[in-house]
């Protein structure tokens, strides 16, 4: 992989403001924190448009509440061309929180998420997405 040295000019506030952050984050240097944040804009302008990504669905719930364990089952299985693995594990007498790895497209994710957090009994049901190729 070629690597080419680019120029940044910054200066003022926002150079010390940038320099806080490097080292309130922990980034070894700022080359290393300008890497990340542009990451971090490629997979936003990911979210935003659409196209393959990989991540998880972390999903809390009471699986007390009416027939919710099996209703989670259902969902899953209407997009089980998008969910690599599950992971489940117990919190307390009522609550369980569940992990989804889940690949696919943007929009598949994020529509199994919103049908999972409008089941009654789910606490919270957010996805943290990346992309599969990031540079
Ligand atoms: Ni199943
Ligand atoms: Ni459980």
């Known amino acids: 992989m070629a690597v080419e040295r680019i120029g ?6 926002l150079l010390e403001e ?3 952050l490097v080292a309130s984050e922990g980034f070894p240097s700022r080359s ?10 490629l997979v ?5 448009a659409g196209g393959k990504v990989v991540g998880t669905i ?5 699986h007390d509440v009416g027939m919710v364990t099996h209703r989670i ?10 969910i690599r693995a599950t992971a489940h594990t117990h919190l307390g007498e009522e609550t369980c929180l569940e992990v989804l790895i889940v690949e696919g497209e943007m929009r598949q994710v994020e529509d ?4 999972l957090r409008t089941l009654k ?3 919270f049901a957010e996805s943290v997405v990346a992309r599969p190729d990031l540079p």
């Open 73 to 82: 089952l259902h969902r899953q299985h209407d997009f089980m061309g998008s």
């Open 58 to 62: 972390t999903i809390v719930y009471r």
């Open 44 to 48: 936003r302008r990911r979210r935003e």
């Open 18 to 20: 940038f320099d806080r």
């Open 32 to 41: 290393e924190a300008l890497r990340e944040l542009i990451r971090r804009a």
């Open 8 to 13: 940044v000019s910054l200066g003022g506030p």
């Open 112 to 115: 199994l998420a919103s049908r």
């Open 121 to 123: 009994g789910v606490l």
